[in-house]
């Protein structure tokens, strides 16, 4: 075939591709940056986006891997995250991160921030940070697939850190998290029908970092309770719901927010009040013990 | 007399004990007089709120200056969304001076929904405030306590028949100090169908409600899919019965849109009819998907139940929204879609 016959062939073909090429549409999962050089020592931020690509997507799920033989792994951050509901929130292990949630409604823009990863330099060599099996879902009521791209982020680390240079990640928060409303529910589906709390709230700045939660029927005297560390959902102790319960948010900066639930069946208070009964009863006993004085003197002169 | 001093003091102490008692039984008498039924919308004894039913309240009876006041779920005033007024300016003659009073994040929304309907705001898929929209459907909600960051924030409203609309997302870039505006939100008719099955050449009314005397497009999803228009009353309301001669006999689908002076909401809900060989009235009480526990709402109590069975063998059906014997990414997905806050 001479080089004109190619021609022929070749420039129609060009010109029917691009006058009837099927634009494919596809969420794009990326790290905002493709290449970075680091030096060892250095903590280096990395975030991960979505751009959905005009459509609406409601549910990711995915797992970020990295070598762990060059990169530790310091911190998640998810507080600016668009994703509202983790269903599993972004956790490492064995140099994998995990992490699946909801954006219920669904989100469509992009540059949707997913979550970031500091990690820092350990040693001198090349490497990728990678995204796999990445699942995007359609916001149509039936969870339909849709079509994901990925891009990964290549680094290379050489050379030493200057001992001088300032950790750049630290962002100062003051803000306490988000006020939030937790509630009691109870379904014959979990927990063996018992009733259990649920609560979520954010803290835009540093991110949510764990919850605590305490039970008293007393208000007053649930101050000499201690926290305990709880996850949404937990099983209330109190399967009465007669108890106050206190739930503390605390985000990464150590801010805490506390929100209340009071008892949906207040106690009364002559019935599990021990102390007002304490007080009551001493209070008979030192009348007892002065009338009988009293009177024993009278008798006796 | 030392004997007296002491009797006094028994009396004294016995005196201000039982008082205490009966004070600490009148504050418990208030809580314990609940026993009205908080959540179905009606304003009864022992609540501040009920729903929408506020009872004349509202964020000026409440000692605000302005804002939204909205109902918490233990049907007790939620004043987060009121707003004082700024405090005088310090200075002046006797030398006091103003202090710093921090500057507040907030987020106002406006836009259009049903006359007289509901309208609920959600921040980051949680219920944030409620409103009535007016005569005219328009509605302005606002919220206050924001930090400075990326919220994704949704709305939907409720017809007069009690018909959800789709919810609306947007995300929102919130500046820390400042006042975000969000305007220009149309929100998407209500549709419903009066038949689940029509019998092929009769007619399926397919009506809702959006913002008055609006120019409304219904389409249906067939093959073929055919547009046609209609205008809403005075009251947002629209009806068209379309003939189905032309459609096929199987499953189809409609959904609805609302133009109003060059501006377009996006489509409603689609809403599935069958066309066969008899009719069957539609059944007006649908099961909202993704509602576990049944309370009219799908949201993080849902979430959680679901949550729970992920990844678990055997979930309840219940748990498993598309049947397909596993709790997965899909039914989150699913529920998401469904989403009410």
């Known amino acids: 075939m001479t080089k004109s016959q190619k021609s022929k062939i070749a420039i129609p073909l060009i010109i029917f591709m691009l006058f009837f090429a099927i634009p494919v549409f596809a969420a794009e999962i990326y790290f905002d940056t493709k290449t970075q050089e680091i030096k060892v020592n250095q903590l280096f931020e990395v975030v991960i ?77 090349r490497g990728s940070i990678e995204i796999r099996d990445i699942k995007a879902l359609l916001n149509d009521g039936k969870g339909t697939k849709a079509d994901t791209t990925i891009s990964n982020s290549q680094f290379a680390i050489s050379g030493q850190e ?140 | 007399m030392n004997t007296k001093r002491i009797l006094l003091v028994c009396i004294g102490f016995i005196l201000v004990f039982f008082s205490a008692l ?9 809580t314990a007089s609940v026993n009205s039924v908080c959540g179905n919308g009606i304003l009864e004894n022992g609540e501040q709120c009920d729903g929408t039913a506020f009872g004349g309240a509202s964020c000026v009876s409440q000692g605000f200056s302005g804002g939204t006041l909205s109902c918490a779920a233990s049907c007790t005033f939620n004043t987060s969304q009121c707003t004082s007024a700024p405090p005088p300016s310090g200075g002046g003659g006797g030398g006091g001076g103003g202090g ?10 406006n836009g259009r929904a049903y006359p007289k309907s509901t309208v609920t705001l959600l921040k980051d898929a949680q219920i944030a405030a409620t409103t009535i929209a007016g005569a005219d459907a328009n509605f302005q909600i606002s919220v206050s306590g924001l930090s400075g960051g990326n919220y994704i924030f949704s709305v939907y409203s409720e017809d007069s028949k009690g018909n959800r609309s789709s919810l609306l997302t947007f995300p929102v870039s919130v500046t820390s100090g400042a006042t975000t505006k969000v305007s220009g939100i149309f929100i998407a008719p209500t549709i419903t169908v009066d038949k689940s099955e029509v019998k092929r050449g009769d007619d399926i009314a397919i009506f809702g409600q959006s913002v008055p005397n609006s120019e409304i497009t219904i389409s249906v999803n067939s093959d073929e899919e055919f547009f046609n228009k209609i205008k809403a009353d005075a009251g947002g309301v629209y009806l068209y019965n379309f003939d189905t001669s032309p459609l096929e006999i199987a499953q189809h689908f409609t959904k609805s849109k609302t133009a109003l002076n060059g501006e377009i909401s996006s489509f409603s809900k689609t809403i599935s009819f069958a066309v066969g060989t008899k009719n069957v009235a539609k059944v007006t009480q649908e099961f909202l998907k993704g509602d576990l526990n049944n309370d009219g709402r799908v949201n993080l109590v849902d979430f959680s139940i679901v949550a729970y069975w992920y990844k678990r063998p055997s979930p309840p059906a219940s748990a498993d929204l598309n049947g397909d014997g596993k709790t997965d990414l899909v039914d989150f997905s699913i529920m998401a879609f469904y989403w009410t806050g």
């Open chain 1, 49 to 125: 986006f979505i751009n959905t690509d005009e459509e609406s997507i409601n549910a990711v799920e995915g797992k970020i891997v990295f070598p762990e033989k060059l990169l530790k792994l310091k911190e998640i951050r998810d507080g600016n995250s668009i994703i509202n509901f983790w269903i599993e929130r972004p956790r490492a292990k064995n140099g994998e991160i995990l992490f699946s949630g909801i954006i219920p409604g669904g989100y469509m823009d992009k540059k949707g921030l997913i979550f970031s990863i500091i990690f820092q330099a350990i040693q001198e060599g």
């Open chain 2, 22 to 30: 009966k004070a600490s039984a009148d504050s418990v008498n208030i």
């Open chain 2, 100 to 109: 710093y009073v921090a500057p507040v994040t907030s987020a106002i929304f």
């Open chain 1, 162 to 301: 200057p001992a001088s240079r300032p950790a750049v990640f630290e962002k100062k928060d003051i803000d306490m998290p988000e006020t939030f409303e937790p509630t009691v529910a109870s379904d014959p589906a979990i927990f063996d029908g018992k009733y259990f709390l649920v609560f979520a709230t954010q803290d835009k700045a540093s991110g949510i970092d764990f919850y605590e939660a305490k039970e008293s029927r007393q208000g007053l005297f649930s101050i000499f309770k201690s926290w305990m560390p709880v996850e949404s959902p937990f099983v209330l102790n109190d399967q009465e719901l007669r108890s106050f319960i206190f739930v503390k948010a605390i985000d990464k900066a150590g801010n805490e927010r506390i929100a209340v639930v009071e008892p949906r069946y207040p106690i009364k208070w002559y019935y599990e009040a021990w102390w007002i009964w304490i007080i009551i009863i001493l209070a008979i006993i030192f009348t007892l013990i002065f009338i009988k004085r009293n009177l024993w003197n009278k008798i006796i002169h």
